[in-house]
């Protein structure tokens, strides 16, 4: 083996070449997966920001999201196996959210459980409801996988349809990435207009100081039923997104949801908390954070060839490397800081 003057081994042309070779071939598998990997973040990027109205405009850790994800999706495979348009699907994703965020508002409001364990119990009930959901579509009691490949269905979106536009056998506004950037940016415009009414005001100001809300006239329990019930409206609707993007609807299909919303927020948070002020471009924060955690996720599988089994152990140190960030950053107010001011 040869050394060099430093002690250091020299690595043979051949081996040199391999190395190269191998990065060269992983940065280019990463690129050309780039574009796959921001369109599955502007999905969840809408889930995120369903979150982003329980987390930090109503301040409440609603954990129904894991549930009403999947509720989502079976929805909208269940209305396509039907024979609906997928047009029909999506609302009906929308209101089947709705539900389930009134049933956790009835359990926090009426039953005075914590909004957090109100969320799990909910979690939880809707499981056999997505099973029988999806069972209805493949004529069973239950089902657990249901097949909407784009081929078989109408879709808006689907990951096929990246490569059918770099080919040219679609056209350029069919690519996911167009087409859910501009679906965000409706979605964002609606809450924009919603929360600046007298109703979407109060919603925020019951998240900012119920108590002083409440002693305003306002109906903080109304306000939180509304909050959580669009707020898994909109997970839902991400569901049915993702149900149409992956090609296939399954019963575990919401598990980690929570984390990848929260990194989300967080990455939106501490990237562009200073930059956006305004409302609106808030939102827009929690949507590029979502794009740009997941360009992270296919950085890691692929620039380093991670397997994905790791898939979540990586997810899980992104986040706590945003949030460690986060608390770390002087002046940055969390939730836990507002609410010590508010009681000062």
Known sequence: MDYNRDGMVIHPAPIRS????????????FLGALPSAASLGLVWGIMAIGLYIT????????LTVDGSFCTGGAVCAMMLYKGFSVWMAMP????????????????HNKCKIPAILAGILTQLSLWPINLTIMGIAAEKNTESFLNVSSRNFDVMVASGFVKAVEKGSKPFFMHPLFTLGIFTAVIIGILYWFFGTE??????????????????GINTNANKMLGLMVANGLVALSGSLFTQYQGFATIDMGSG?????????????????????NFAMKLLAVSLGAVIYFSIIQAVLGLFSIPSDYLKLSSAMIVAIFLTVSNLVPGRKTNKT???????
């Open 18 to 29: 391999i190395w190269r070779t191998y990065k060269v071939d992983n940065i280019m598998n």
């Open 257 to 277: 949801a929570i984390v990848n919303g929260l990194a989300a927020i967080v990455i939106g948070d501490v990237l562009f908390g200073k930059l956006f002020k």
């Open 199 to 216: 109703r979407g005001c109060s919603i925020r100001a019951t998240g900012a100081n119920e108590n002083m809300a409440r002693a305003q």
């Open 92 to 107: 009906a994703a929308f209101i089947a959210g709705m539900a389930a965020g009134f049933i956790t508002g009835v359990l």
């Open 55 to 62: 987390y930090k405009i109503l301040e409440l850790s609603d």
């Open 338 to 344: 507002r609410k010590e001011a508010q009681h000062a």
